[in-house]
């Protein structure tokens, strides 16, 4: 199996996903000569044309609502955001139009579009291309919300989710764009998009993990092991509809749940985790779930991120805590 | 982005200065204007022709009464009236052939009208019982968008996909003059020009957004907007029907033959309130609304066809029968329409299946097949 990393198979999954349906169409800002500013669309325009890989004006509501536009005439549009911090001039088209439109005209219009968002933080960037909008749209009924933690992931899941006649957000971790794995490229997937991971298991206590954030748990764990804890790691992967099938299982068996992200805690994904895991299981539960992630703060200058970002240590702090609540 | 049209030097808007720029084919007192060279794209336009633009306006008045009144009875929750652009919808909307697409804005039920939907469908999201009415696809509309403005990125957006496709159709999309100060009614601008796509932009300025008057928008014409991206705008008398008819034609010539998109400025007046929860009242004079009283489009209209010959009183019968048989079956249409069924309210948020949504419907389900019969929860 070839290794390659996050970005170079987010590329391939999409290189994929136009030889399939001659109706992926790209778009958005600096994807085509350029290969957009993380690469992800590199070569695409080249081998497919400027009529599939269109270089927009530089306007996000205007990527979004054309893309709309498109949709409706039958085709199935990949918008790339070129940051986080830039999606909101888009956000009254995506809440308005593309979240409701599947609803608005009971099933007659499809938005079959996929949106790509680099997000998060760590790679020491000026302000508003660090941020993790994410609970936006996992709070929107008609979107779908994903993020890939892997080069593998990254490969299947952009593809699963250009084929989906729902719109999804898809957010790209961008500091973990350079990270390597394998990916076998001969199969689509045969994990369905909305499928939560176990990615290490343990019996103690369970980390739920999304997008940057699985590879720092996965940290966590391996620190907390060699200190004698054993510690089960979810890669979450879909955001909305948020599979809690697979953390109730996992809690279940250990007793304890830290939820980990970038996103700011307050009405975070965690919030909703913490809710539902001690509806579904408040009598397994050993330990009142804890949530690790950014504080109520904006997004600070990149020489204070690292205090921002939850690192192992700060997730270990709050296993510390369900251990010894 | 390179477009595979061809690009053609015709057809080409006309210099036109006359009635201070101003396109204008029927005078207020419903005389045919002299030297205006918009006259060469209706000349096919004939007695019947002009008969049936005449019974399109008072069908559109009638349906508009009619909803008027609905609202008032308490069959509709909110009523956005068009009185007074009836030209301006029939006109431009008689001008679309069968495979041009229309992205209305929510006032537009005259185009709608025209388009081939059943009016009382178009009651339906005024009355709560949906969001819209009809399938965009069986009558070449979507439906009214309500978030003004982000219609206009669906047009050009639709249009991209006619150049993609190589077809030669075009995308309509309607917008008030409120709208103009959207961003999305510029980044629109912005995309059209930049992708020499297949779109008409037709503002209805009615002079009033809600209490806003045009001037609190914009202190140039609407029409002159288009100027700074390259587009070419149009402005014309929208209560004129005939020369609606000829901007509308011109500009999806001018799509078709891949010269890309074009602005019409449609200058009218909107003669009832916003809303039936507006009080113009409130903001405006009876002045300002008798100075537009007398330029009434289907006032002109009628004396045309009086002074030419080409109405009688068994014809105005005949067309007010039309409208009174149009407005029953409205009026009929909208006390049978159904309310949502709970499980209505879950459907289509998604086309897959999403488990949060069926947990919420299940267990609301399941809540209200366990109410006593007078509807209470209890023990």
Partial sequence: MPTMSLGKALNHGLRKAMERDPKVVLMGEDIGKLGGVFRVTEGLQRDFGDRRVIDTPLAESGVIGTAVGLAARGYRPVCEIQFDGFIYPAFDQIVSQVAKLHYRSEGRVTVALTIRVPFGGGVGAVEHHSESPEAYFAHTAGLRVVTPSNAADGYRMIQQAVASDDPVVFFEPKRRYWEKGEVDETRLSDTPLHRAAVVTTGSDVTIAAYGPMVATALDAARIGREEGTSIEVIDLRSLSPVDFDTIEASVRKTGRLVVAHEASVFCGLGAEIAARISERCFFHLEAPVRRVGGFATPYPPSRAEHHFLPDADRILHEVDRCLQP | ?379
């Fill in chain 2, 1 to 379: 982005m390179a477009t595979a049209q061809v690009r053609v030097p015709e057809p080409s808007i006309p210099e036109w200065t006359g009635f201070d720029g101003l396109v204008q084919l029927i005078s207020v007192d419903g005389q045919r204007t002299v030297g205006c060279p918009y006259w060469e794209l209706v000349a096919d336009v004939d007695a019947a022709q002009l008969r049936g633009l005449y019974r399109d306006m008072t069908i559109v008045r009638r349906i508009d009464a009619e909803a008027m009144a609905l609202q008032r009875q308490g069959e509709l929750a909110l009523w956005a009236p068009l009185l007074g652009q009836e030209a301006a919808q029939v006109g431009s909307a008689r001008a679309l052939r069968a495979d041009d697409f229309v992205f209305p804005s929510y006032r537009e039920h005259g185009v709608a009208y025209c388009r081939g939907v059943d009016p009382a469908q178009m009651l339906r999201l005024w009355r709560g019982a949906g969001l819209s009415g009809w399938d965009p696809a069986d009558y070449g509309i979507a439906t009214p968008a309500i978030v003004v403005g982000s219609q206009a990125l669906h047009a050009t957006g639709y249009a991209l996909g006619i150049a993609l496709d190589g077809a030669t159709s075009a995308a309509v999309t309607y917008f008030g003059d409120g709208a103009t100060s959207e961003g999305d009614i510029a980044e629109a601008f912005g995309f059209a020009a930049s992708y020499v796509v297949p779109v008409v932009f037709f503002c209805q300025n009615n002079q009033w957004a809600i209490s806003e008057p045009v001037r609190v928008q914009s202190h140039a014409s609407i029409a002159q907007r288009g100027q700074g991206y390259g587009i070419p705008g149009i402005q014309v008398d929208g209560n004129d029907v005939l020369a609606v008819l000829a901007a509308t034609r011109l500009a999806l010539a001018r799509a078709s033959a891949g010269q890309g998109p074009t602005l019409i400025e449609a200058v009218t007046y909107r003669m009832g309130p916003h809303t039936t929860s507006d009080d113009p009242t409130r903001y405006r004079s009876r002045a300002d609304e008798e100075e537009w009283r007398v330029k009434d489009p289907l006032a002109r209209l009628h004396a045309l066809l009086r002074t030419e010959g080409l109405a009688d009183d068994s014809f105005d019968q005949d067309v007010v029968a039309d409208a009174d048989e149009v407005a029953a079956a409205l009026r009929q249409g909208c006390l049978t329409m159904p309310d949502p069924e709970v499980s209505d309210l879950f459907a289509h948020v998604y086309a897959d299946a999403h488990p949060l949504l069926l947990e919420e419907r299940d267990a609301y389900e399941a809540f209200l097949a366990g109410l006593d019969e007078d509807g209470d929860a209890g023990a």
